[in-house]
């Protein structure tokens, strides 16, 4: 492989990379004092879905179980549930999109709609009135105690690159203008970026010194302003429906929780820890170290591989260096020492679970609880769960039910 090639994939994995630790140092700088993570004793116990065939009947075993929290609806389950003592919650997406609404679809940097985890543009006026329509009828739910909210965000890197460089339709254009930014300049470079990558275009020697380490990833993006611009827009418009979602919700009386990006990977989707501490109750990290199904989106093992796979990094000389270069950008360097695409997909450690869940308690200070929800199907889930207790959060949430759901979660739950 040329070297011009291998330094492109570093521009685009440095930027994204950038993107994240800068701007959730930003977020870790604004809690002021951040507190120590520290044991926490476990609290609650979360289960995402239900099933079997006779509701009252898994509900008394899940709270035999010691399960405190079911996230599911249906009045039979939630009725079940309630019975046996335990919490009843909902959850709902933000930005769905059928197939044949391409009126409302994100907008790439070639000007192509594309559609992400079944989502469209988030400033889009139509599916936003649509979501909040959807959260008024699920907080009139009778006997609930709180809503998740899901999927509220822009594209994520494991959605790839046509449809992580979006959202530039007209309606984005208009709301940034509104706003300040300067859309042109937004657009402007990330199409550079994007037409760097898919070309593989040769960058200059100086380029290519500073893209070695991550502080020259920093030196490369001062000529990209309008890249971290474009996060910052993503930032402010997602936390601006979460905050009208919050109305909906608290009004009814309800408690509201988040299925948010992990830390390192929260800015890139335009999720902020640190906005959504003014008024979130739950905060539900999505740690899954080791999902087995591609895409993947918010998976923290297809998150960190799925592009450099798709331009081209897998099985080549520079595969270690490159994924050295976003490990590093994610604050993962030190947890995860595996360095090829596949050995990382297969599984991150537990130890990534475990800073991760440390990242998400500074950031939100102590009195915020935090239930990470990690995959159930985990051969080492003793000490994941063990290792989200020990760095500060309140509970532990299990994606998702299945019927061998006891002998799962058996190794995880201390009571």
Known sequence: METHSNVTRRVFLGALGAGAAGMALAQMNTTSPAPQAKETPMTKYWMHGFGGTDPKATARTMKEAGFNVVVAGGDAVIAAVRENGMESWLCGGAFGVGNDELAMMAINVKGEPKKWFGSGCPNSPAIRERSLKSYTGMAATKNIQGILVDGCRFASPASGLDAYFTCFCDVCKEKAEKLGFDFARMKQDATTLYETIAAKGKTSKRAAAWLESPAGVVEFLTQLPGLLDWLRFRRVCIT???????????????????????PSLAPLAGQSYVDLAEFMDVFAPMIYRNYPDKPGEACLNWEVTNIPEEIGVAGT????????????????????????IQEIRAELPPEAVGHETKMARAIIGP????????????????????????????????FVYKDAWADMVRPAIVK
């Open 240 to 262: 601006e429906h979460f905050r009208n979602l919050s109305e909906i919700i608290h009004e009814a009386k309800l408690r509201m929780g988040v299925y948010i990006f992990t």
């Open 317 to 340: 000389p520079q595969e270690a260096s490159v994924m050295s270069l976003v490990l590093s950008w994610l604050n993962l360097e030190q947890v995860v020492t595996a360095r090829t």
């Open 367 to 398: 009195d915020k609880e935090l239930a990470p929800i990690i995959y159930i199907d985990d051969p080492l889930m003793a000490k994941t769960a063990d290792l989200t207790r020990k760095n500060g959060a309140n509970g532990v949430n299990f």
